[in-house]
């Protein structure tokens, strides 16, 4: 966990931004929304050119989730992607890239600065959800994160299919 914030925190500050889609392009990746039906999104890499494409027609939380996914993948597997990550189901927490995909996205788009604010005040993690404009499944994921650098944050477990 401790490789995964660390590039998080890397790409943050070399690529800029707290705006997801902009850190992505930033870096390289082209970022495109596109119709795909069911399909949340995906990342490919081919020909040395790395591609995020996200459903166009997701909610702006669901939209950024799936980015920071997906950028998740271009920076911890890209050697895994030569015939495109493609996924119905985003997220599935028993899978060793996509459980890393979730951390990488809940460092990306929550600082610990952020979270620990929030949570001082937060009835419970929907509400730390709706305040920090994440999905509650990236707020569990975070905590965790916090956890490994020390916290004791009681997680009832990120759900393995929140974005089905």
């Not at 399909?39 to 939209?63: P, T, W």
């Not at 799936?66 to 028993?94: K, P, Q, T, W, Y």
Request: aromatic fraction near 10%; glycine fraction near 8%; hydrophobic fraction near 40%.
């Amino acid at each position: 966990m401790n490789r995964i914030k660390q590039k998080a925190d890397q790409l943050r500050k070399k690529y800029g931004g707290r705006d997801i889609f902009e850190t992505a392009a930033n870096s390289g990746a082209n970022v495109w929304f596109r119709e795909l039906g069911s399909l949340k999104g995906f990342y490919l890499c081919e020909n040395g050119s790395r591609y995020i494409i996200v459903n166009q027609s997701l909610d702006d939380i669901v939209a950024r989730t799936v980015c920071a996914h997906e950028f998740g993948h271009d920076m911890l597997h890209r050697e895994l992607s030569a015939g495109g990550i493609r996924e119905n189901s985003l997220f599935l927490a028993n899978n060793k890239t996509e459980r890393e995909a979730n951390l990488f996205a809940a460092e990306m788009l929550i600082t610990d600065r952020e979270a620990l604010s929030v949570l001082e005040y937060a009835a419970d993690i929907n509400q730390a959800a709706y305040e920090l404009g994440v999905m509650p499944e990236i707020v569990e994921y975070k905590l965790e994160l916090l956890n490994s650098a020390g916290y004791s944050f009681n997680v009832s477990g990120a759900a393995s299919d929140f974005l089905k």
